[in-house]
């Protein structure tokens, strides 16, 4: 079955980056987009872009642009977002999610807090 | 891109059906076909449960049900049961290739 397991909780200091994994399973890694989503305390899902595993190309949503990067490698069939220049207003917990490829996102990860506070 | 609009919470009684509506605009919802819905518990990842506007993955209940109509999307709970109480988020395919998401609904049942 479709596992997508994501790194554990990360707390940080504004203005540091942050590094989240993402590790698929069950399925041919290269197939689909992976998306990546975040939510913060209380508040709704924010939708940050995806990347395309088979060639590594990416979009990402506007808000983001100019500070994340994701990234993967299809050795170890994980994907990845880098967050830079934290402030407090990115701790939320943050889903990768598989494309069913039908413009959808099937398949979550558990999520991944990221917490930024001095 | 701005987030798509929802009503911040929609009640019903047990056995009632609700509506769920979803506004976008002729760059999103209006200009795709790409509408999906989730549906997510307090603590728990999302799961999808309507894609392509009105269809629905494999195990969802025919209890749920999408349409669209111009720059508005919906989603119909049918037979409304306790365990569907949760927020729900509508998301559509935009013009610059990526995806916006709902501001979120809170389903009460009471």
């Known amino acids: 079955q479709v596992l997508l397991v994501q790194s554990g909780a990360e707390v940080k200091k504004p203005g540091a980056s942050v590094k989240v994994s993402c590790e698929a399973s069950?399925?041919?890694?290269?197939?689909?987009?992976m998306h990546w989503v975040r939510q913060a305390p209380g508040q709704g899902l924010e939708y940050m872009g995806f990347i395309i595993p088979s060639s590594g190309i990416t979009a990402y949503a506007q808000k983001f642009q100019g500070r994340v990067t994701m990234t993967r490698d299809t050795s170890t069939s994980t994907v990845y977002v880098e967050l830079s220049s934290l402030r407090s207003e990115d701790t939320a917990v943050y889903y990768c999610?598989?494309?069913?490829?039908?413009?959808?996102?099937?398949?979550w990860g558990q999520g991944t807090l990221v917490t930024v506070s001095s | 891109q701005s987030a798509l609009t929802q009503p911040a919470s929609v009640s019903g009684s047990p056995g009632q059906s609700i509506t769920l509506s979803c506004t976008g605009t002729s760059s999103d919802v209006g200009g795709y076909t790409h509408v999906s819905w989730y549906q997510q518990y307090p603590g728990k990842a999302p799961k999808l449960i309507i894609y392509?506007?009105?269809n629905r993955p494999s195990g969802v209940s025919n209890r749920f049900s999408g349409s669209k109509s111009g720059n508005t999307a919906s989603l119909t709970i049918s037979g409304l049961q306790a365990e569907d109480e949760a927020d729900y988020y509508c998301s559509s395919y935009t013009i610059t290739t990526t995806y916006v998401f709902g501001t979120g609904t809170k389903v009460t049942v009471l």
């Open positions: 069950g399925y041919t890694f290269t197939t689909q987009y």
């Open positions: 999610a598989r494309d069913l490829g039908i413009f959808c996102l099937g398949y």
């Open positions: 392509e506007v009105n």
